[in-house]
């Protein structure tokens, strides 16, 4: 079955800084790369996600870039701002299969003021 | 709006105990799923169903069961709780006959077995 990995665990960067969360899949038969966000004592939400047919989608200060020959992909967060502080979780889905996500362990972001 | 209901909250029961976490979902999605996340591990799947008839075993299903009442419904029991089901725990619907694979989370149960 698929297997994602995702690093680094703790990210801890300053309030403006840059921040890249980076998850390898082992399924080349996965497509579709959502990325959940979970704020402290909140539901897991969908923030951002991309297709294979696609190398990188943006959507404000977020990005999500793909590379399929390497099988990962990244989340990036420009100019972080302290409510971004969360922990986030990349997943990985093969279509033609049950289309159930496999998660990663989940990077936990902290924004210093 | 729309929404997944989780029941209860928060839930303190001791090791051997028979209890019942409870899902509901307004959105109208066939597919319905039950996650459980610790500190460190992510969110693993502990069953699922993509239709009131379809019950099928996640990554880490034992100890665990499940009842699928209605579209709308979908329970998770452990039947006789042990210390190491303490975790939070996730319902999720989500409506892939559309071709939208979105989960849709509940609010969760905190779990704690003594």
């Known amino acids: 079955g698929e297997n994602v990995e995702q690093h680094p665990s703790t990210l801890s960067v300053q309030e403006g800084d840059s921040a890249v969360i980076k998850c390898t899949y082992s399924?080349?038969?996965?497509?579709?790369f959502p990325w959940y966000k979970q704020e402290l004592g909140k539901r897991p939400q969908l923030i951002i996600d991309?297709?294979?047919?696609?190398g990188e989608k943006k959507d404000q200060r977020i990005a999500v870039t793909l590379n399929k020959t390497a099988k990962h992909f990244s989340l990036h967060i420009t100019e972080t701002q302290p409510e971004d502080s969360a922990v986030y979780f990349c997943?990985?889905?093969?279509?033609?299969?049950?289309?159930?996500?496999?998660f990663g362990r989940g990077t936990s972001l902290i924004v210093h003021p | 709006d729309a929404d997944v209901t989780q029941t209860p909250r928060n839930r303190i029961t001791k090791t051997g105990k028979r209890i019942m976490l409870e899902c509901s979902q307004t959105?109208?999605?066939?597919?319905m799923y039950w996650y459980r996340q610790d500190p460190g591990l992510g969110l693993r799947l502990i069953y699922y169903?993509?239709?009131?008839?379809?019950?099928n075993k996640g990554e880490i299903s034992d100890g665990y069961s499940v009842s699928r009442q209605a579209q709308a419904k979908f329970s998770l029991s452990l039947e006789s709780a042990i210390p190491n089901q303490t975790a939070l725990y996730f319902c999720?619907?989500?409506?892939f006959g559309q071709g939208n694979e979105k989960l849709f989370f509940g609010s969760g149960t905190q779990l704690s077995v003594l």
């Open positions: 169903s993509f239709d009131v008839k379809d019950i």
């Open positions: 991309i297709r294979s047919n696609v």
């Open positions: 959105k109208g999605h066939d597919r």
């Open positions: 399924d080349s038969a996965s497509n579709y």
């Open positions: 999720a619907t989500s409506d």
């Open positions: 997943a990985a889905i093969a279509s033609g299969g049950s289309y159930i996500p496999t």
